[in-house]
């Protein structure tokens, strides 16, 4: 008799060697079995650690699910892993980049490639580059700051955008009925940018956000009264100079600096960003 196993147990847990172990890839459909929901994959987030899977049913409801046992692909029960590292076989094991993926050691970065990542600002750039960087050098993915989206229909228009150039646009404030979601159904309705254009976004008023409180030793971001500036509020708040640009040059420098990895950001920018970056390096079809 086995000691190791006396206590109480899961009897319903399936060993590891059960069930064949699949990561997870945006498009899969999938059957979550205790619920009986079915969904397509829209997007994986994680955060400190832990996986979530958002499964979008033919309706276009949309329900997250954590990884691992507990799903049925064409019929079949599998353990549902992380997404595959983007680095390449033979990488260091355990060396990982900012943004969780395998460190590719001593590769080169690729010649950028015309497919762009666009995003708002000066700032959403910096924080992007800091957490996804070593990713986007080795799939030859540049990163360009709008400063604004007003006239996005006119900047996706002249880069004309089509197979083997695409374009992944990450927008501040993308929720419902604001501007912001207003412009992006106008530039999805133009011409040539269905299956070449994403435009995903998270909801907060400024990438600033997007770091943890916790993480800036704070319980939660300060919130601005209607009329004042934004970022000069926050830099108020914290009781930091905020009177000039340089000050909220500073302010950001000082924040970004706080950001080590993946880990230190909110999911909803996280998913956001790995589903352009999933996009615009994905097969064409």
Same mark, same amino acid.
């Given at each position: ?20 172990? =699949? ?5 899969? @459909? ?21 996986? =979530? /899977?958002?499964?979008?049913?033919? %309706? ?7 990884? #691992? ?5 064409? #019929?079949?029960?599998?353990? +549902? ?20 993926? /395998?460190? @590719? $050691? ?10 762009? &990542? ?9 924080? !992007? ?7 986007? %050098? ?18 996706? %228009? ?9 374009? #992944? !646009?990450? /927008? ?10 207003? &412009? ?15 435009? @995903? ?5 400024? @990438? ?16 601005? *009264?209607?009329? !004042? ?21 500073? #302010?950001?420098?000082?924040? +970004? ?17 790995? $589903? !352009? ?5 994905? *097969?064409?079809?």
């Amino acid at each position: 008799m086995s000691y190791q196993n006396w206590g109480p147990q899961d009897l319903t847990a399936p060993a590891p060697s059960q069930l064949p172990e =699949v990561p997870v890839q945006r498009g899969m @459909v999938l059957e979550d079995v205790q619920s009986g929901w079915v969904g397509a994959v829209t997007r994986v987030e994680k955060s400190g650690g832990m996986h =979530v /899977v958002a499964l979008e049913d033919r %309706r276009g409801k949309s329900r997250t699910f954590r990884l #691992g046992y507990g799903f049925l692909l064409e #019929g079949r029960p599998i353990r +549902l892993m992380p997404p595959a590292p983007r680095a390449a076989a033979g990488a260091a094991a355990g060396t990982r980049t900012a943004s969780g993926s /395998v460190r @590719v $050691e001593g590769q080169r970065a690729q010649v950028a490639k015309a497919s762009r &990542i666009w995003v708002e600002g000066k700032h959403d750039a910096e924080l !992007v580059e800091k957490v996804w960087g070593d990713d986007l %050098r080795v799939e030859g993915i540049v990163v360009e700051p709008l400063h604004g989206i007003d006239d996005l229909a006119g900047a996706v %228009r002249d880069f004309r955008p089509g197979p083997g150039r695409r374009l #992944g !646009v990450l /927008v501040d404030h993308l929720v419902a009925d604001s501007k912001e979601s207003r &412009i992006a159904e106008a530039v999805m309705a133009s011409p040539g940018a269905r299956g070449n254009v994403l435009i @995903v976004g998270h909801p907060y008023i400024d @990438v600033w956000q997007a770091i943890r409180p916790s993480v800036l030793g704070i319980e939660r971001w300060p919130v601005i *009264p209607r009329g !004042v500036d934004w970022k000069t509020g926050i830099l108020t708040a914290f009781g930091w100079p905020h009177s000039t640009k340089e000050d909220i040059g500073l #302010g950001w420098q000082k924040l +970004l600096g706080a950001v080590r990895s993946y880990a230190d950001l909110e999911p909803s920018l996280l998913g956001r960003v790995e $589903e !352009v970056i999933d996009f615009l390096t994905a *097969p064409e079809q």
